[in-house]
């Protein structure tokens, strides 16, 4: 189930105070991650959260892991419940694939976390 920390209300909090640290504008982020000002914004301020195919780039321009932007931990296996060589052996098998395979599976596994995401919701609110 999502906790507080994966919410998007902590995932903006953290890149806004990220952004802060490292002096970073909006602009500057947006550029790195090939998205617009207002998206940025929208990141920071809570209206959404950065899209799954944001992470890497969103990832560099931070200089954190991707796993402290989506949990707050610097241990991905803290919040994923693998260690770092099965990540290793998911990236060798994931490098395998063309950039348009890879983009496919990143685009379906975010529709899939959507979907889960509306799933868990609904199920709280009943």
């Given amino acids: 189930m999502l906790d507080e920390n994966t919410s998007m209300e902590s ?8 952004k802060s640290e490292l002096g970073l504008s909006n602009t500057q982020i947006a550029t ?3 998205v617009s000002t207002r998206t940025v914004i929208n990141w920071t301020s809570g209206l959404s959260s950065p899209h799954i195919s ?14 402290w932007i989506i949990s707050g931990s610097d241990n991905i296996s803290d919040w994923l419940g693998v260690t770092m ?3 290793i052996e998911f990236h060798q098998q994931l490098s ?3 950039k348009s395979e890879r983009t496919m599976l990143f685009k379906s596994i975010s529709n899939l976390i ?3 995401a ?9």
């Fill in 11 to 18: 995932i903006s909090r953290r890149i806004e105070a990220r």
């Fill in 32 to 34: 790195a991650c090939n």
């Fill in 54 to 67: 944001k992470l890497i780039p969103l990832s560099f321009v931070l200089k954190k892991e991707i796993n």
């Fill in 85 to 87: 060589s099965d990540v």
């Fill in 96 to 98: 395998k694939y063309s």
């Fill in 114 to 116: 959507e979907q889960f």
């Fill in 118 to 126: 509306f799933i868990l919701k609904t199920k709280e609110t009943k």
